[in-house]
């Protein structure tokens, strides 16, 4: 869609086509609609970052909270988010074995305990070995750390939903 359709649309469609660029959370694509008219799709994507950067702490952990766990209980039983589904099989997490899924199973557990949110990367800038890696490596940071990394990876997930659903002008004359 280009940026003058997305412009002319009512809310509710805005909220039904970009609600899930930040994963289970519509408020935030409702909260922007009231920027338009947006000069490009990167003006978009500045006017949601600025949004959850707004947020407090308590603000920033929920949208956290909002991410399924990679490889958990809504993969298996098929209940992901369509955009959720799509990455989590892009970085192969639907194709591992019992040992793999137990093993991950207990590290998105470890995290959570240790945090209260859960895990979140960019699914689609990974594989599930570099995913598994990654999970164990930051259980080693603080608290905050985790907030700020995890935020820093929901904003890269958005930037790639965003860019499936609006295209620049010259892919759309091309
Ligand atoms: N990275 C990309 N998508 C997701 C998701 O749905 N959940 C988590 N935890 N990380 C993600």
Same mark, same amino acid.
């Given at each position: 869609?280009?940026?003058?359709?997305?412009?002319?649309?009512?809310?509710?469609?805005?909220?039904?086509?970009?609600?899930?660029?930040?994963?289970?959370?519509?408020?935030?694509?409702?909260?922007?609609?009231?920027?338009?008219?947006?000069?490009?799709?990167?003006?978009?994507?500045?006017?949601?970052?600025?949004?959850?950067?707004?947020?407090?702490?308590?603000?920033?952990?929920?949208?956290?909270?909002?991410?399924?766990?990679?490889?958990?209980?809504?993969?298996?039983?098929?209940?992901?988010?369509?955009?959720? &589904?799509?990455?989590?099989?892009? =970085?192969?997490?639907?194709?591992? *074995?019992?040992? $793999? %899924?137990?093993?991950?199973? #207990? !590290?998105?557990?470890?995290?959570?305990?240790?945090?209260?949110?859960?895990?979140?990367?960019?699914?689609?800038?990974?594989?599930?070995?570099?995913?598994?890696?990654?999970?164990?490596? &930051?259980?080693?940071?603080?608290? =905050?750390?985790?907030?700020?990394? *995890?935020?820093? $990876? %929901?904003?890269?997930?958005? #930037? !790639?939903?965003?860019?499936?659903?609006?295209?620049?002008?010259?892919?759309?004359?091309?």
């Amino acid at each position: 869609m280009d940026i003058e359709a997305i412009n002319s649309l009512p809310y509710e469609d805005f909220v039904s086509i970009f609600g899930n660029v930040v994963e289970r959370c519509p408020i935030i694509a409702a909260a922007v609609w009231s920027g338009r008219p947006f000069p490009s799709g990167a003006a978009i994507e500045a006017a949601i970052n600025a949004f959850i950067e707004a947020l407090p702490e308590s603000g920033k952990e929920g949208i956290l909270r909002c991410h399924p766990d990679l490889a958990g209980k809504d993969l298996q039983s098929g209940t992901l988010t369509p955009e959720s &589904r799509e990455e989590q099989g892009a =970085a192969g997490l639907d194709r591992m *074995g019992a040992a $793999e %899924v137990s093993r991950m199973t #207990r !590290l998105n557990a470890e995290y959570k305990a240790r945090f209260g949110f859960p895990f979140v990367v960019c699914a689609r800038m990974n594989d599930r070995t570099s995913i598994v890696e990654q999970l164990r490596e &930051r259980l080693g940071n603080t608290q =905050a750390q985790e907030r700020a990394r *995890g935020v820093e $990876e %929901v904003k890269e997930i958005c #930037r !790639l939903r965003l860019q499936s659903l609006v295209h620049s002008d010259q892919k759309h004359k091309s």
